[in-house]
T-cell receptor, first 115, second 111 residues
């Protein structure tokens, strides 16, 4: 079946502009995660959605970052007033539920470059 | 928050040799330890995982060991093949909702 998809695959923007990144999780998965991967680094947690519960925003690095998940499916990560340090690959993952042992399936990521 | 140290950062082996990657952690509440393989331009893919009540798990050429007392876990790949070349990440999950990842190991298998 279809895996997690993300769009766009690449995004180049100018410093100060806003960007929106989209994630389509696997159908039926109630848990959705956003991570950030800076060049040559591991993944850094950003935000977690589980069903209709309030999202866990504990990983968002600043108030310029926000995310929403409409209808329990598609999610959008928005970065306002982008800075050069926001350049990274943004990865989305989904899992059947938020239970500890559920595998997280990752999308291919969006590579964001802020000039 | 939780910290995961992964070593080595790069590893070069000859085809057919074994490769071992080790991760150490600090939070004793961690109870799930997956390993991910990431190929160029792709998202990470789960290759094997282990739960805190298990000491070792094998899947063909891949095995993972967990030492809860010493707080470290390792990935072992035997009979390496060129297609094993990729970046490997250890991760863990504790009390929080997210996975915490190590810094990654770039494995290069020379034919």
């Amino acid at each position: 079946g279809a895996g997690v998809s993300q769009s766009p695959s690449n995004k180049v923007t100018e410093k100060g502009k806003d960007v929106e990144l989209r994630c389509d999780p696997i159908s039926g998965h109630t848990a959705l995660y956003w991570y950030r991967q800076s060049l040559g680094q591991g993944l850094e947690f950003l935000i977690y959605f589980q069903g209709n519960s309030a999202p866990d925003k504990s990983g968002l690095p600043s108030d310029r970052f926000s995310a929403e998940r409409t209808g329990g499916s598609v999610s959008t990560l928005t970065i306002q007033r982008t800075q050069q340090e926001d350049s990274a690959v943004y990865l989305c993952a989904s899992s059947l539920s938020g239970a500890v042992y559920n595998e997280q399936f990752f999308g291919p990521g969006t590579r964001l470059t802020v000039l | 928050g939780e910290n995961v140290e992964q070593h080595p950062s790069t590893l070069s082996v000859q085809e057919g040799d074994s490769a071992v990657i080790k991760c150490t952690y600090s939070d004793s509440a961690s109870n799930y330890f997956p390993w991910y393989k990431q190929e160029l331009g792709k998202g990470p893919q789960l290759i094997i995982d282990i739960r805190s009540n298990v000491g070792e798990k094998k899947d063909q050429r891949i095995a993972v060991t967990l030492n809860k007392t010493a707080k470290h876990f390792s990935l072992h790949i035997t009979e390496t093949q060129p297609e094993d070349s990729a970046v490997y990440f250890c991760a863990l999950r504790g009390a929080g909702n997210m996975l915490t990842f190590g810094g990654g190991t770039r494995l290069m298998v020379k034919p």
